[in-house]
């Protein structure tokens, strides 16, 4: 099959990650997840791949067998099967060259994939773009990983001259909402050695470095009173929350900061005079610096606490994930280097980003599979303007069996690189 054939299938089964469904621990959170794992399962059947297993939670694992009896390190590959939450409209996914200037996605509604606003567009002049019309998301955020991990599969399925020791992959449900599949990974049963994910990023870049992440739930709890007769009793929580968020340091918020800049996001504010509950977001990417937030939180609590009243306001910071570059340091640095070859054995100049957001692979590697992420080639990520170039989904799909053959070049007796 095709390698744009089989991502335009994927994206025909609308698998948005339900933020409800997965608060109430339900997964996978939308019913199209799991069907989407069980046409993996029937595609993986055909391609002849073994130990395949589907999950009552939508987790997907499968094995290509070694064909070779050298001693090689199992080498595995991810992607996730939900899209975002911010737009769950069906998926109307079409294949459009593109001559430079602006894209028309929609003559009905005038949408337009415009020059101006995404300047990068540039250097997909005379390639093929995979758009949607402009009502939703594409869901290449990680159908295309999908697409390129299959595609591979098959390509080594079909050349049994390349040899490779055992490759296993792994699909998993909302990864959009705290990395959950990841967190429900079994990764000593699944028995890998090392592992990529494959998510987001133009064609070129590779992570290896991303946020540390923590949570922040902090409730006002105020005193209600009728305003009548409100003086002196009406301790009103929104206002002490206002007054929280206004004592947060000036300027560290997603909207002001870039690179490796840490923040604060406050992300949700609910409540009452009588009870608010504010949410936040914590990351940086040093762990000293993103302890120094969690105890700022801690003690602004506690001043504000002290300020207000014993039991005014009360804060529970939580670890979501840590950063993956603390996983691959030393004796577990070895698959970012076979990564770095696998790029240029592709004619692929590397582009290591340090990624302001979370993905699988921090969690995989935080239960001991090393991971780092490998690119999709697709751009715009959570927006109706998302898209895919063709020839660098190709490309994404191209690393992966050039991984595989990295891995065994690396450790095979007698070829093993200095």
Same mark, same amino acid.
């Given at each position: 099959?095709?390698?744009?054939?089989?991502?335009?299938?994927?994206?025909?089964?609308?698998?948005?990650?339900?933020?409800?469904?997965?608060?109430?621990?339900?997964?996978?959170?939308?019913?199209?997840?799991?069907?989407?794992?069980? !046409?993996? %399962?029937?595609?993986?059947?055909? =391609?002849?791949?073994? &130990?395949?297993?589907?999950?009552?939670? *939508? +987790?997907?694992? $499968?094995?290509?067998?070694?064909?070779?009896?050298?001693?090689?390190?199992?080498?595995?590959?991810?992607?996730?099967?939900?899209?975002?939450?911010?737009?769950?409209?069906?998926?109307?996914?079409?294949?459009?060259?593109?001559?430079?200037?602006?894209?028309?996605?929609?003559?009905?509604?005038?949408?337009?994939?415009?020059?101006?606003?995404?300047?990068?567009?540039?250097?997909?002049?005379?390639?093929? !773009?995979? %758009?949607?019309?402009?009502?939703? =998301?594409?869901?290449? &955020?990680?159908?295309?990983?999908?697409? *390129? +991990?299959?595609? $591979?599969?098959?390509?080594?399925?079909?050349?049994?001259?390349?040899?490779?020791?055992?490759?296993?992959?792994?699909?998993?449900?909302?990864?959009?909402?705290?990395?959950?599949?990841?967190?429900?990974?079994?990764?000593?049963?699944?028995?890998?050695?090392?592992?990529?994910?494959?998510?987001?990023?133009?064609?070129?870049?590779?992570?290896?470095?991303?946020?540390?992440?923590?949570?922040?739930?902090?409730?006002?709890?105020?005193?209600?009173?009728?305003?009548?007769?409100?003086?002196?009793?009406?301790?009103?929580?929104?206002?002490?929350?206002?007054?929280?968020?206004?004592?947060?340091?000036?300027?560290?918020?997603?909207?002001?900061?870039?690179?490796?800049?840490?923040?604060?996001?406050?992300?949700?504010?609910?409540?009452?005079?009588?009870?608010?509950?504010?949410?936040?977001?914590?990351?940086?990417?040093?762990?000293?610096?993103?302890?120094?937030?969690?105890?700022?939180?801690?003690?602004?609590?506690?001043?504000?606490?002290?300020?207000?009243?014993?039991?005014?306001?009360?804060?529970?910071?939580?670890?979501?994930?840590?950063?993956?570059?603390?996983?691959?340091?030393?004796?577990?640095?070895?698959?970012?280097?076979?990564?770095?070859?696998?790029?240029?054995?592709?004619?692929?100049?590397?582009?290591?980003?340090?990624?302001?957001?979370?993905?699988?692979?921090?969690?995989?590697?935080?239960?001991?599979?090393?991971?780092?992420?490998?690119?999709?080639?697709?751009?715009?990520?959570?927006?109706?303007?998302?898209?895919?170039?063709?020839?660098?989904?190709?490309?994404?799909?191209?690393?992966?069996?050039?991984?595989?053959?990295?891995?065994?070049?690396?450790?095979?007796?007698?070829?093993?690189?200095?």
């Amino acid at each position: 099959m095709d390698i744009v054939e089989r991502f335009i299938n994927y994206t025909k089964i609308n698998t948005t990650t339900s933020r409800e469904n997965g608060a109430n621990g339900i997964m996978p959170s939308s019913p199209g997840q799991m069907v989407l794992a069980q !046409l993996l %399962v029937s595609e993986l059947e055909a =391609l002849g791949m073994k &130990d395949i297993i589907l999950r009552d939670n *939508a +987790i997907v694992t $499968a094995s290509l067998p070694a064909n070779t009896d050298e001693n090689i390190p199992i080498v595995s590959f991810f992607g996730h099967l939900d899209t975002s939450a911010e737009q769950a409209a069906d998926t109307k996914a079409q294949r459009k060259p593109y001559k430079g200037g602006d894209l028309c996605l929609n003559p009905e509604l005038n949408i337009y994939l415009r020059e101006s606003e995404f300047p990068e567009l540039k250097n997909y002049i005379g390639d093929d !773009l995979i %758009v949607t019309d402009g009502t939703s =998301l594409l869901g290449a &955020d990680d159908k295309a990983a999908i697409a *390129a +991990i299959m595609n $591979a599969l098959q390509y080594l399925i079909s050349h049994p001259d390349i040899k490779h020791g055992e490759v296993k992959v792994g699909f998993v449900p909302d990864e959009e909402q705290g990395l959950r599949g990841a967190k429900a990974f079994d990764v000593s049963g699944f028995g890998a050695d090392f592992g990529y994910t494959l998510d987001c990023c133009g064609i070129g870049e590779f992570v290896y470095e991303n946020w540390n992440a923590g949570d922040a739930e902090i409730i006002f709890t105020g005193q209600s009173a009728h305003p009548m007769s409100a003086k002196g009793k009406l301790k009103n929580s929104l206002l002490m929350a206002h007054k929280f968020i206004s004592m947060l340091p000036g300027g560290e918020a997603p909207e002001y900061t870039e690179g490796r800049e840490g923040y604060y996001w406050v992300k949700q504010l609910q409540g009452n005079s009588a009870r608010t509950v504010l949410k936040l977001d914590i990351r940086d990417f040093s762990e000293e610096g993103y302890q120094s937030r969690m105890v700022f939180i801690r003690q602004l609590t506690e001043s504000t606490c002290a300020l207000w009243g014993e039991g005014s306001v009360v804060c529970h910071l939580t670890d979501r994930y840590a950063n993956v570059f603390n996983s691959l340091q030393g004796e577990a640095h070895y698959p970012v280097d076979i990564a770095l070859r696998a790029y240029k054995r592709c004619g692929i100049v590397p582009a290591p980003v340090a990624m302001r957001g979370g993905y699988d692979g921090a969690v995989l590697s935080q239960k001991g599979l090393p991971c780092p992420n490998i690119f999709t080639g697709a751009h715009n990520f959570h927006s109706v303007y998302e898209y895919l170039p063709v020839r660098s989904l190709q490309a994404a799909s191209d690393v992966v069996v050039a991984v595989v053959q990295e891995t065994f070049d690396e450790f095979a007796a007698g070829s093993r690189q200095s």
